[in-house]
């Protein structure tokens, strides 16, 4: 019974997750990468300027940045950062940003904690986030994709990320910190059930996410270098 409720509450928060996402990708300001102009055009990887781009732009529109500043300290090859807006996407990302220039992954910050354990590093004022339960677009981009992911060999995948800043959206857990009840139900001999064969563990919650200022949030549309 343990490892079932165990199971259970990992995929409510896996429930949560895709639901907070799917409302972020919905955002109506978009940067496409390369010289694209929309989703079904999208061939080139993440690049530099797509991130500069997207700073650029939060910063004009007056959005607040998420974490504070972390100081320099005396341990060796560290790196203090600034106040910084956080950037969400999927793991198969990681090989571009590690390679962007001057990207900081998170073991040379100079003090602090990351925000998450998926914490990948900094670029500029720009914190990345990366989790494989954050879903891509497959096969959404240009055709004849060269150098680039696809999962169908026909077109580019095309992976969102999402840039933001404070109070950019809102998540509403509608009944506090115990907003996932699981109900389970032991096996006992009843008629339909004679010899107790049956049980069952379930679980319900109630929950809501929304886009709270589209001016303080950006998505990126980029592929992933193959």
């Known amino acids: 019974l343990n490892s079932v409720t165990t199971g259970l509450a990992e995929q409510a928060a896996a429930v949560k997750e895709a639901l907070i996402w799917a409302e972020l990708v919905g955002g109506t300001n978009v940067i496409y990468s390369g010289t694209a102009t929309s989703r079904a055009t999208v061939a080139a990887p993440l690049?530099?300027?797509d991130l500069i781009a997207?700073?650029?732009?939060l910063k004009a529109a007056k959005a607040r940045p998420i974490t504070r500043m972390l100081k320099a300290s005396t341990n060796i090859a560290t790196e203090p950062v600034a106040p910084a807006f956080i950037a969400f996407g999927h793991t198969n990302l990681e090989p571009d940003f590690r390679a962007l220039t001057g990207f900081v992954p998170r073991e040379k910050y100079a003090s602090g904690a990351p925000i998450s354990d998926?914490?990948?590093g900094k670029f500029q004022d720009i914190r990345v986030i990366l989790s494989p339960d954050l879903e891509i677009f497959y096969g959404a981009g240009a055709g004849s994709p060269t150098g680039v992911l696809s999962a169908g060999?026909?077109?580019v995948d095309v992976y969102p990320i999402v840039v933001v800043g404070?109070?950019?959206y809102g998540i509403v857990p509608l009944r506090g910190m115990?907003?996932?009840?699981i109900t389970v139900k032991n096996p006992t001999p009843t008629?339909?059930?004679p010899l107790a064969q049956r049980g069952f563990a379930s679980y319900k919650m109630w929950y809501a996410v929304l886009r709270l200022n589209e001016t303080w949030m950006v998505r990126i549309e980029a592929a992933a270098s193959a």
């Open 47 to 49: 690049a530099e300027e």
């Open 118 to 120: 998926w914490e990948l």
């Open 54 to 57: 997207a700073q650029r732009y």
């Open 166 to 168: 404070q109070d950019a």
């Open 191 to 193: 008629y339909e059930d």
């Open 178 to 181: 115990d907003s996932v009840s």
């Open 153 to 155: 060999g026909t077109n």
